[in-house]
């Protein structure tokens, strides 16, 4: 804590109202309060009180929150759900007695609660663009899907197709009682596609102006303007990984551990952090292990692995290649670097065995 803070608040935020607990240098309980979830609501009650701990859960409002409380003097911790089981699994759980147990994690080590460093502001809006475009392409492959799935049962196929082109091909394809029964669900895919090709030409202008940082990325086969904007936007801020090998950690491609004694079975990757960016990263592991691939580092590490059979070997593969490839795509940001196919120094065959044996 600050050497200038007094007291340490628990903050339960919701929607309408948020519930707050006070402790006291000794731990005891000196307040408890519920606070209007808006910056007005918030600075009444946070202005004019000495410099404090503020501890909250990460969730919707917790980023803007943050921010606004950092502003006002406060320090400001934004605990890590998954840590904070205490809360969740408790029997007595109620919006008080979470935000009193915040206030006490916070109190006795605010490392136990794996605080979570949100993005920037700026960083955040153009990450709502990112979130946007992929939602729109969830509606999208939903909606195709839809109308496939009804031409098929009357006896109709709409060829295979780019989803680019699926409006046209299905206008070409379907019946005119069909075509006229399914023309405002064609005419949304239509639209969707206009508005995806336009957030993918306002993220090219992204990495060729605000983030340049981006298109030294672009340079690894397989990777496009959506994973390299989104890659940037998501880490923000490389120096605060302790190297390549961590970013994967924070992506969730690392495997889970859990030893005890002689016992250390192998698990599979642990799945936390950002679940888009992981499947993004999957994505070009797959383009970059596909037919259309070139030959690298990347693409032989993931064919020994998939060449050693056993269940799921190409799935391992990919995965593997995922988190080799964060770490290169993590590199090239800090370095500034020439992307190598095969850089100098490749690891050992006993790394890339070690390797393999983590993917799975």
Not at 148 to 157: E, F, H, I, P, V
């Amino acid at each position: 804590m600050t050497k200038h803070a007094t007291n340490t608040y628990g903050l339960d935020l919701g929607d309408k109202k948020s519930v707050l607990c006070a402790l006291d240098e000794d731990g005891g309980v000196v307040e408890e309060a519920r606070v209007a979830t808006t910056r007005h609501g918030f600075t009444r009650y946070f202005e004019n009180r000495a410099p404090g701990r503020v501890i909250l859960e990460v969730g919707v409002h917790s980023p803007w929150v943050s921010r606004h409380l950092e502003g006002l003097g406060h320090e400001v911790i934004v605990a890590n759900p998954r840590r904070v089981k205490l809360i969740s699994e408790n029997h007595r759980k109620s919006d008080q007695v979470d935000a009193e147990l915040l206030a006490r994690l916070g109190r006795v080590d605010p490392e136990l609660l794996s605080p979570i460093k949100h993005r920037g502001e700026a960083t955040q809006a153009d990450m709502a663009m990112v979130r946007g475009r992929a939602a729109m392409v969830r509606a999208r492959t939903s909606l195709i899907v839809c109308a496939r799935n009804t031409a098929k049962s009357l006896g109709l196929k709409i060829p295979s197709c780019s989803c680019d082109s699926f409006y046209r091909r299905a206008l070409e394809t379907l019946s005119p009682e069909l075509r006229d029964s399914l023309l405002p669900l064609l005419e949304s895919i239509k639209k969707l596609t206009l508005e995806i090709r336009a957030c993918d030409k306002r993220m090219k202008q992204l990495c060729e102006t605000k983030y340049p940082e981006a298109r030294s990325l672009l340079q690894v086969n397989g990777v496009g303007v959506v994973t390299a904007l989104t890659f940037v936007l998501l880490l923000e801020d490389p120096k605060r990984f302790k190297n390549a090998r961590s970013v994967g950690a924070y992506l969730g491609l690392a495997p889970r551990q859990r030893q005890s004694g002689s016992k250390d079975p192998r698990l599979g990757i642990s799945k936390v952090g950002d679940g888009y960016m992981r499947a993004l990263l999957v994505q070009c592991a797959q383009y970059i292990l596909g037919p259309f691939g070139q030959d690298s580092a990347l693409r032989r590490k993931g064919q020994r692995i998939a060449d050693g059979g056993g269940k799921g070997a190409k799935k391992r593969a990919a995965v593997a290649v995922a988190r080799s490839l964060a770490c290169v795509l993590y590199r090239l940001w800090v370095t500034g670097e020439s992307y190598r196919p095969f850089p100098k120094g490749r690891p050992s065959d006993a790394e890339d065995n070690e390797a393999s044996r983590e993917a799975a």
